[in-house]
C-alpha cells in the first residue's frame, strides 16, 4: 500500500515536470548542485535540506518570508496546515507541489503571478525537501525520506521514467541538493560596487568602511540585513541598528542585487 502510494506520488511529481518541459522552454540551465544526502535520510534531515534549499537556491527569502509578510509573497508561516484547505480535495502535500511547480495554478489573494516555477530551477528532490519543509511550518509532515529518493531517480528531461525501488547506494551516487548550495548564489562584487557607486554613495562613504555624509558605514553587512534593509527598509530581528533613524528609502527593485552587494561589502 505505501509502495503504491509512493509510486503514485512520483508519477504526480514527473507529471508535474512533464508538463513544465512541455509548456515552457527551459532557458535556464542551472547545473545540478550536490549535496550527498545519506541512504539514511532522516526526516530531520530532509526537512533541513528543504530549509537549506530555501533559503539558498530556491531563493525563496527573496519574496517571502516566514512570521510576516514578504518582500512580494505572502507570509509562509503555517503554510503547511493552510495548505490543506486551500483547495477542496486536494492534499497540503499536492496543493504544496504545485505552488512550486505551478505557482500561477492558484493564486493566494492580493497576489500577483510573479512566483517563478520552481521546475526549472530546482531538482526534484530538491522540490520534495522543500515541500517537506513548507509542510513543517504549521502542518504535518508527510513527505517521506523514500518519496525524496523515488524523485530523485527523475531527470526533468527524462519524464517518463518512474523509477522502481531504489537502493541506497544509487541514493549516494545521485545527489540531490547541495551543501554548498550558496555557490550558486554568490554573488559579482563587481556589479555590487556598480550599483553601490550609482546608488548608495549619495548618502554613504565611497569606502563603504567608513561613515558617509548621511548613512553609516557599511562594510560587512550581512545578506540578510542588505536584504531586510533594501528591499523592506526593516531590520533582521534582533539586529541592533547603527542609527535610530528612518531616512533611507526602500529600493524593492534591488532584489536581483543583494548577493552582489553582499560580496561587495564583505
Ligand atoms: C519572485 C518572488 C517569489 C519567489 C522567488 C518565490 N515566491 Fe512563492 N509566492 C510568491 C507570490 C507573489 C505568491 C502569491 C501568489 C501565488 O499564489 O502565486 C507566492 C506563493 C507561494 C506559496 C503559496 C502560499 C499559500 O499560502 O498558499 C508557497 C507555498 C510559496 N510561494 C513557496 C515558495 C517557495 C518555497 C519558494 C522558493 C523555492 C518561493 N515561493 C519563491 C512570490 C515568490
Ligand atoms: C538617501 C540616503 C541613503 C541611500 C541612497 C542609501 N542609504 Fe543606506 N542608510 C542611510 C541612512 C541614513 C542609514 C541609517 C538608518 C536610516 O536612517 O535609515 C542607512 C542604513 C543602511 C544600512 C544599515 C546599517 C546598519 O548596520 O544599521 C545598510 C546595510 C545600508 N544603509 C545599505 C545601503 C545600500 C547598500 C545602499 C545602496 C543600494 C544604500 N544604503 C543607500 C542612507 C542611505
Redo the contacts with the bound molecule.
Sequence with gaps: MNTLKVILFTFLVVGFYSFYANSIPQTESHPPKKISLNAKLSEDEMIEAGERVYSTKGTCGICHAIGRKGSRGPDLNGVGLRAASRKPDVSAKTYLLESLLKPSAYLVEDYAPMMPPMAGILTPGEVMVTVAYLQSLGGKVDITPEDVRSVMQVKASQVSVVPEAVSPASVIEEPVVSATASESLVGDPEKGKA??NT??I???NPDPALA?T???E?KG?SRD??EA??LR?E?PQA?Q?????????P?AH?AN?IEN?TEF?K
Excluded: E
Excluded at 241 to 249: E, W, Y
Design positions: 550599483v553601490y546608488l548608495c549619495a548618502c554613504h558617509g548621511i548613512g553609516p557599511i553587512a540585513l542588505l534593509r533594501i527598509a531590520y539586529y541598528p547603527k542609527r535610530d533613524t528612518k531616512i533611507m528609502p529600493m534591488l542585487d552587494l561589502l
